[in-house]
Every structure is written in structure tokens, then in C-alpha cells.
């Protein structure tokens, strides 16, 4: 058969016998090249009606999801791109945030979709994601995070030239359920500090709790960092874990993100500066945690990196021992978060959620919570931390006080 083309109307491609290959084969114009030329983009088929169904379905492509960038590979899937834009987030991203997106797409996203392909995924396939983690019987909030991960994915991808359909850009996600992490009653967080008065690390749950540190805040801070004269705290480092570059591979250096600092202590663990500059704060000490950080001093295990609670070995101490200990506490002052006739134990992040309900129950305006939290808000600047800490020592004294009240009362 000769080279026969099928003349086709300006625009939509055109459809020619390839005698060399033995197939009809068919383009479509997409542009120019970076050197000056025209560019197509070739699709083929046995019959020449196969040709022109695939010509019709890479123009509906190209409309729909704009012309791909050059030199981008055809048919890449879900999970390959999400490979190479992990690869690419590991170091802009916060080390937890990082963590986090990864799982999200390797446990749900790439099992679910993986195997598709990003030019001919469709709205359904982006739901089916969500469908499984439902299924599995996971809260909507995981659902609502790992679309909200896959969106972003996708739309990077846009970004970069790759072919996605728009219609799987605006898909919307199943909304993020309701939590039911709240404060601990006062009740309960009164036993809790009850029962952490026979432990020498007591003023590790004092600050949870009146002074609405973070655990990471807790755990990274160091004798350097307290003033015990003057009753002040100055709180602008975390204790993280960092990724290795090469998984599990220690030789390989910790993945950084650019412009963070962070200072090795052991193993992966580092000290990191806080998410935002607002987490970057000086705290007043109420006087009970003047009182349990003075006397955890004198029988802290010494540290050589300085922590103010670290292991007995002088090491740091790992988040997973530090939720284990506040399972410990909260059985032994037998307290548990109730709804309904559903019980559960108490995250540890909720000590902060106790502080910030007392602070607010207690008349404290907005900004100093916020200073107190380290919250990005409408505080722009360090200035103020400095500047206002006679109203945020009134505030703290506020929570310990309906705290003392609770117990003596």
C-alpha cells in the first residue's frame, strides 16, 4: 500500500499509511519546539480506524489537559510521578510534613491508582482513592488529607507540562470529619498533675499542661534555654528525627530542607528550629513549673547535649517512650476521655488543647494566646513576645490558678 494521508480539517491532525512500519499513523500539532520547529505529537494504529480513534482521543488530551511539556515521557503513571515528586518535596518540605505526605501517597494514593496512568486518570479514579480509605475504615480526616496530597501532586505535575486532565484538578475531596481530640476536663487534668507529683521528671507534664508546650518543644529544650531566676523560658528549638537521603542507609546524610537549621544530637535525632518564626517564643514560668524544673535538676540524668529531660543514658528521649510514659501517668490517675459510652485515653497532644480552653474560659485576649501557643497569626513580629511579658505571666498564672483551685477545692 502506498503513503496514502487523509486529509483532515486545519487543525485536527492529519492520518497517512507508514509503509515502513506498516501502520497507519496519525499527528497532531502541538506547537513549536525549542529550536524552531513544528512539533507533533504521533499516535498509530493497525487499521486506519484505530488511528483515527487514538488521533481523537490524544486532540481531546491535548485539549483538556493542555500540550505536554517536551521531552516528557508518555504515559507515565500515578506512582512514578509520585516517585519523582517525592524525591523533589524531600527537601523543601519540614522533615515531619515530608513523613507524613509520603505515607500518605505510598499507603493509599499508589496502591489505590498507582498503575494508572496521569494523562488518562479521571474523577473517579481520584475518588476511588478516598473510597478506599473509607473502606478501610479510616477517619474522613485521612481521607480528606491524602486527596488533599494527591491534588497537590497532580497539579505539579500540570505545572511541569505532564498531561492531566483538568477535570481530575477540580475534583473535591470528602471533607475532614469531625475530630474528637479536646481538652482533658479540669477534673482530669488536676488528677493528671496529682499523680505526676511522685515523679521526679514532674515538670515534664507541668509544661504540657500550664505552660501549653508541644512535646517536641518539651523534649528539645535545654538548661540553656531556662531561667529559673528570673522565671522565663525561651523556646526556639524541637526535638525531630530527620530522614535519611538514601533510606535506612546511615551513610548517606539526613535530608535537610533548604533554609532550615537543625543541629545533630544521635542517631537521626536533631534539634530543629521551630515550623514558623511565631513558634519561635520567650514564655514566662508560672511558679509551679519554677518549683518541679528546680527540683528535677538536681536528679536529671545528665545530658551531654543538655536536654533538661533526657534519658537515663544521657540521650534524647524518643517520642514513642515519651506517649508510652503519658499512657503511664494517666492510668495511674485513672482519667480518660469520654463521649458518650465511647472511652478512649488522652492524646498527649490535648495538654495543650487544656491550656489554651483555660487560657480562653479565663478572659485572655486573643494575641496573648497566640503568643503563648507560638500560633502564626496576626503577630508578625519577636518584638512583642519580648515586649508583653507581663500580660502573658498573668495569663499563665490564670491556668494555674483555676488548676490549684480544682485541687484544693
Known amino acids: 500500500m502506498g503513503d496514502v494521508t487523509e486529509q483532515r480539517s486545519k487543525g485536527s491532525g492529519s492520518v497517512y499509511w507508514d ?90 494514593v499508589i496502591p489505590a491508582i498507582g498503575h494508572k496512568r496521569l494523562d488518562r486518570l479521571s474523577p473517579g479514579d481520584v475518588r476511588a482513592v478516598s473510597r478506599a ?11 480528606n488529607r491524602a486527596h488533599n496530597e494527591l491534588l497537590r501532586m497532580l497539579r505539579d505535575a500540570a505545572g511541569e507540562g505532564r498531561q492531566v486532565p483538568s477535570a481530575v484538578l477540580t475534583v473535591t475531596g470528602p471533607g475532614t470529619g469531625r475530630s474528637d481530640r479536646d481538652a482533658l476536663t479540669l477534673a482530669d487534668a488536676a488528677a493528671v498533675l496529682l499523680a505526676a507529683r511522685d515523679e521526679p521528671d514532674e515538670a515534664r507534664w507541668v509544661l504540657a499542661m500550664l505552660q501549653g508546650m508541644r512535646p517536641a518543644e518539651v523534649l528539645g529544650l535545654t538548661w540553656s534555654r531556662v531561667d529559673l531566676e528570673t522565671g522565663g523560658v525561651l523556646v526556639d528549638w524541637q526535638l525531630k528525627p530527620l530522614p535519611y537521603k538514601v533510606a535506612r542507609d546511615r551513610t548517606s546524610g539526613f535530608r535537610v530542607p533548604a533554609g532550615h537549621e537543625a543541629q ?50 544521657g540521650r534524647a528521649r524518643s517520642d514513642k517512650g515519651d506517649r508510652a510514659a503519658w499512657v503511664v501517668l494517666q492510668d495511674r490517675a485513672q482519667v480518660a476521655h469520654v463521649d458518650g459510652a465511647q472511652g478512649r485515653r488522652y492524646d498527649l497532644y490535648e495538654c495543650r488543647h487544656t491550656t489554651a480552653t483555660l487560657l480562653r474560659e479565663g478572659g485572655v485576649d486573643d494575641e496573648t494566646i497566640i503568643a503563648i501557643m507560638g500560633h502564626s497569626s496576626i503577630l508578625s513580629t519577636r518584638a512583642y513576645l519580648h515586649t508583653d511579658q507581663t500580660r502573658m505571666r498573668a495569663a499563665l498564672g490564670g491556668v494555674e490558678a483555676a488548676m490549684v483551685r480544682q485541687i484544693e477545692g
Request: charged share 30%; aromatic share 6%; glycine share 6%.
Open 133 to 143: 480509605i473509607l473502606s478501610a475504615e479510616r477517619a474522613v480526616s485521612t481521607a
Open 264 to 313: 545533630r544530637l544521635h542517631d537521626a535525632i536533631h534539634l530543629v528550629r521551630p515550623k514558623t518564626k511565631s513558634g519561635w517564643r520567650r514564655m514566662p514560668l508560672v511558679p509551679w513549673a519554677v518549683l518541679a524544673l528546680e527540683r528535677w535538676r538536681t536528679v536529671a540524668p545528665s545530658s551531654p547535649h543538655d536536654l533538661v529531660f533526657p534519658r537515663a543514658d
Open 19 to 108: 509503509a515502513n512500519r506498516e501502520r497507519f499513523v496519525g499527528t497532531v500539532e502541538a506547537g513549536w519546539t525549542a529550536r524552531g520547529t513544528r512539533r507533533r505529537l504521533p499516535v498509530s494504529g493497525r487499521t486506519k480506524r484505530e488511528a483515527l480513534a487514538k488521533l481523537k482521543v490524544k486532540q481531546r488530551e491535548v485539549t483538556q489537559a493542555g500540550t505536554p511539556a517536551e521531552g516528557a515521557r508518555a504515559g507515565t503513571t500515578v506512582k512514578a510521578w509520585a516517585n519523582e515528586w517525592l524525591e523533589t518535596q524531600a527537601d523543601r518540605m519540614r522533615p515531619s510534613a515530608f513523613g507524613a505526605t509520603r505515607s500518605q501517597l505510598r499507603t493509599w
